[in-house]
Nanobody, 125 residues
Framework: QVQVVESGGGLVQAGGSLRLSCTVSGGRFSRYATGWFRQAPGKEREFVAHISWSGASTNYGDSMKGRFTIARGDAENMVHLQMNALKPDDTAVYYC??????????????????WGQGTQVTVSS
């Protein structure tokens, strides 16, 4: 049974930073393609960032480019999302997801097999 657990959410002022972490455990693989999505109240789920299973490829949603960075942690099964220059519009529940895909592009939520429970990020103005 694969488990996906997020941590690191919280309240921050506009312009501040937060780092989210995601741990994927269980299952057959030691490493998965990992993505972050977010959903604000009344809005559809939105792609935030992705890192391929190898770590060689990263992708970002348009409004996150230049502000967010996704990277693998020291442990194979951990991924971090560094979020800088946060804006009130970044307020949402952030979800980590893992995919068995070996593609360098895993951008759709339909391509992800396992999901975490989400962590709240609130950016005050």
């Amino acid at each position: 049974q694969v488990q996906v657990v997020e941590s690191g959410g919280g309240l921050v002022q506009a312009g501040g930073s937060l780092r989210l972490s995601c741990t994927v455990s269980g299952g057959r693989f030691s490493r998965y393609a990992t993505g972050w999505f977010r959903q604000a109240p009344g809005k559809e789920r939105e792609f935030v960032a992705h890192i391929s299973w190898s770590g060689a490829s990263t992708n970002y949603g348009d409004s996150m480019k230049g502000r967010f960075t996704i990277a693998r942690g020291d442990a194979e099964n951990m991924v971090h999302l560094q979020m800088n220059a946060l804006k009130p519009d970044d307020t949402a529940v952030y979800y980590c997801a893992a995919s068995r895909s070996l593609s360098s592009l895993v951008l759709s939520d339909r391509e992800y097999d396992y999901w975490g429970q989400g962590t709240q990020v609130t950016v005050s103005s």
